[in-house]
């Protein structure tokens, strides 16, 4: 499984929960890969308006 991270940097420990959190859901997924995907939010300006079906 790879995850992705959009939030701060995971540590080892984190990912090990994480990792023991999948086992219990998806019966043994195991992570492995973390992408970290950078991401910036101007908390200045509205968000981008959305599509709706």
Do not use: C, K, W, Y
Not at 10 to 30: K, N, T
């Amino acid at each position: 499984m790879t995850l992705d991270n959009f939030s701060h940097p995971l540590s080892d420990d984190q990912i090990a929960q994480l990792q023991a959190l999948l086992v219990q859901v998806l019966l043994g997924a195991p992570v492995e890969r973390v992408v970290e995907v950078h991401v910036q939010v101007e908390s200045d300006q509205l968000p981008a308006p959305r599509n709706v079906a």
